[in-house]
């Protein structure tokens, strides 16, 4: 997970000339899948020692155990929502397979003896890299993806793996505009070709930064999140259609967007973005969905 040495390029890696000076690129949507299950809760069997858990870890910060509620959930963790998502996705042979895997998620898994990124990697060939962030609201898809695509760009690698988890399970109560309404998990497999160049199309700010659309492009398609409906802020003109996500899914929705978008028939450059307003924040990026680069020929959605 961590390198302790500045790290080596693969020799033959794409990208112009010296580091940095190629021509900047996009990320490239190869492959996508979502999972959400809809099948209702098991019967609740408690947990007595959990359960104290739970009141313990909450009782600091003034948070009482929300037993009935959590009784009522589906009770899925993150690694089943992600195990769904890879499943999903398809096989991955090694040599199509991530060679980094970037986790996802705004609420934490209830269950704390599991952690998504090790359990994932264990389930993809060729030993990726993986890790997970979060703590980033709404936007922590997108704060993912610039991380995993500048580990793309310094480390030589060409393929990555973007996990957004949306778990609607929560031991104490959670402010509507953070909670999750149903479980959500969004697999999506990307190609980095631009090797060391810069990256196009990604920015994340306050609305009043100078910039902040500076990398926009105007002829995309945009797939808008549920945050930018109340944002004060006019987005650029673009020459594509525009997609808006559904509520309830804080992290996934706007992911699940593109997925819809995709689906339905839009390719070429896309826009994706989202707004914060707890943070106050915009996020956006370009993906590639150019027709035909599907390693299956199809998108999942289980």
Known sequence: MFRTAAPVRHPGAAGDGPAGSGPSAVP???????????????GYVPVPELEQF??????PHGLPFARERYAASPRRTSVELAFGALDALGELPEDRAPELVVVAYATPDFIHAELVASCVKGRLPGSPLA??????????GFSALRVGVEYARRCGFTRLLLLVVDQSTQPFAV??????????????????EGGAAPVRGMAQGPLSAPGLFAGWDPAAAVVAGTGLAGADCELPSHGGPSVTAGPGLPCTGVWTALLDAVARGITGPVVVADHDPVRGLLAHCALDCAAGTSDTGEWGDR
Do not use: K, N
Request: hydrophobic share 50%.
């Open 54 to 59: 739970y009141a313990e870890l909450g009782a």
């Open 175 to 192: 402010p509507d505009e953070a909670a999750a309404h149903t479980d959500s998990a969004v697999a999506l497999l990307l190609d980095w």
């Open 131 to 140: 890790f997970a962030l979060s703590d980033q609201g709404s936007l922590t």
């Open 28 to 42: 490239r949507l190869v492959r996508a899948a979502r999972y959400a299950p809809t099948a209702p809760a098991s």
